[in-house]
C-alpha cells in the first residue's frame, strides 16, 4: 500500500505546485523538487533491501561480488542520473537534462567495460579450438 502513499503524495504536490505556479513558479519549483527527494528519501529502506537481496543470492551462486557491486553501481547511476534530468526538464532546461543524460551514459558505459570483457573472454574460452 505504499505506492498510494507515494501517488497521493504526487498528486498533492501537483496540484499545489498548479496553483502556487501562478503566483509564484519558483516555489512551485521548490515544491516539485522537495517531494520529489522525499518521494526518493521514502524508498531508501526498499532499495536496501533489494541490494541484500541481489547480494545474498551472489553469495549463494557463487558470483563474484565485484561484478555485483559494479552492476547495482551502473543501476543506481542510471536512477540518479534521471532523477536530475528530470527535474532539471521541469525547470524547462531541456539542454542540461541531455548533458545528465549523456553523463549518466558514459558513467555507465565506462563501469560497464570490465564486466563486459569478462563476458568476452568466457565466451571466447568456450569456443574450441580458440
Known amino acids: 500500500m505504499e505506492i498510494?502513499?507515494?501517488?497521493?503524495l504526487g498528486l498533492i504536490a501537483t496540484f499545489l505546485a498548479l496553483i502556487?505556479?501562478?503566483?509564484?513558479?519558483t516555489f512551485a519549483f521548490m515544491l516539485v523538487v522537495f517531494v520529489g527527494c522525499v518521494i526518493f528519501l521514502f524508498l531508501i529502506d526498499q532499495?536496501?533491501?533489494?541490494i541484500r537481496m541481489v547480494?545474498?543470492?551472489?553469495?549463494?551462486?557463487?558470483?563474484?561480488?565485484?561484478?555485483?557491486?559494479?552492476?547495482?553501481k551502473i543501476i543506481g547511476i542510471?536512477?540518479?542520473?534521471?532523477f536530475g534530468a528530470q527535474i532539471t526538464k521541469d525547470a524547462g532546461q531541456g539542454?542540461?537534462?541531455?548533458?545528465?543524460?549523456?553523463?549518466?551514459?558514459i558513467l555507465i558505459?565506462?563501469?560497464?567495460?570490465?564486466?563486459?570483457t569478462v563476458i568476452i573472454e568466457?565466451?571466447?574460452?568456450?569456443?574450441?579450438?580458440?
Open 4 to 8: 498510494i502513499q507515494i501517488v497521493g
Open 20 to 25: 502556487v505556479k501562478e503566483q509564484k513558479p
Open 47 to 50: 532499495v536496501y533491501e533489494i
Open 55 to 72: 547480494e545474498r543470492i551472489a553469495i549463494h551462486a557463487n558470483v563474484n561480488l565485484i561484478y555485483v557491486e559494479t552492476i547495482l
Open 78 to 82: 542510471a536512477y540518479i542520473a534521471e
Open 95 to 105: 539542454a542540461i537534462a541531455s548533458k545528465i543524460e549523456l553523463g549518466g551514459k
Open 109 to 116: 558505459l565506462t563501469m560497464a567495460i570490465p564486466i563486459l
Open 122 to 130: 568466457t565466451v571466447l574460452g568456450m569456443i574450441p579450438g580458440t
